[in-house]
């Protein structure tokens, strides 16, 4: 049986700008074994929507783009 898998794998952070780094695994499996992984990856900058994005990742965006780095 078939399985598809999407999981965030690795979050990076530019201490200078702000800008969260995101790389997202898609795995297929086969009777629970690995076949195939590729990766997609994008970032999120100060004033950018993340409302569509992992829990973790909004979590990290929030911590990150307040308004006060937001209008600095």
């Known amino acids: 049986m078939?399985?598809?898998?999407?999981?965030?794998d690795q979050v990076e952070i530019?201490?200078?700008t702000k800008t969260v780094f995101i790389r997202t695994a898609t795995?297929?499996?086969d009777g629970?074994?690995?076949i195939s992984r590729t990766?997609?990856?994008h970032s999120i900058a100060k004033g950018d929507d993340y409302s569509n994005e992992s829990e973790l990742?909004?979590?990290i965006c929030a911590l990150?783009?307040?308004?006060?780095?937001?209008t600095n």
Request: hydrophobic share 40%; proline share 3%; no cysteine.
């Open 2 to 8: 078939l399985e598809k898998v999407i999981r965030v």
């Open 14 to 16: 530019n201490p200078e």
């Open 27 to 29: 795995i297929i499996k």
């Open 32 to 34: 629970g074994i690995e």
């Open 39 to 41: 990766f997609h990856r």
């Open 57 to 59: 990742v909004q979590k």
């Open 64 to 70: 990150l783009h307040t308004e006060e780095t937001i």
